[in-house]
């Protein structure tokens, strides 16, 4: 978890950086997104397992976390929009 937590952190600082130089940051801001909304996911969902039965009780904050978790997945793009739009820049990076 502390990997992922780590690598999302780091992609979403690049793409921060390359804004503040006013540079293209559309691939890495993508990036960072779709790496940040899975793993929030993915932690919430090893929490559960974690916690086992009482990770789904309602009254747990881990079931919410996977809630809000899962949702960031959904909105301010598909993490499958996320994809394509990481796809379609690095064809054009590479001239494909």
């Known amino acids: 978890m502390a990997l992922r937590i780590e690598s999302a952190r780091l992609l979403t600082w690049r793409a921060a950086h390359l804004k503040d130089l006013k540079q293209p940051f559309t691939k890495e801001a ?16 090893q929490c559960i397992q974690i916690l086992g039965g009482m990770g789904y009780v309602t009254d747990m904050p881990a079931e919410r976390h996977y809630r809000d978790a899962r949702i960031t997945e959904i909105y301010e793009g598909t993490s499958e929009i996320q994809k394509l739009v990481i796809s379609a820049n690095v064809i054009k990076e590479y001239d494909v």
């Open 30 to 45: 993508a990036m960072a997104k779709l790496a940040a909304s899975e793993t929030a996911t993915f932690c919430a969902h």
